[in-house]
């Protein structure tokens, strides 16, 4: 009977040992879980900024549009009140070339 008994008790350590590991996976798991959640969310975060940046830049390169548009329609204006090229360049910022195509 004690023979049974020992033999008992070492299943039932081997048993608990066996469910120790178990849990001690099952945490790390978790963990790691864990770590791929917050990845997840730095990455989706820093997708929202990149976003923002390229809305950013495409407000402000229609902006600049828009300016150059006002630009090249002043200057329009000016050569055909016979404003000279060096005046309108001057005041303008345009090039000779571009205000030539006008």
Known sequence: MEEKDKALEEK????????????????????EKQRAEQEKQRAEEKEKLLNEEKKRAEQKQKELEQERKKLLETAKLLLSMGVSIEIIKEKTGLTQEEIEKL
């Open 12 to 31: 039932d350590k081997a048993l608990e040992q066996e469910k120790q590991r178990a849990e001690q996976e099952k945490q790390r798991a978790e963990q």
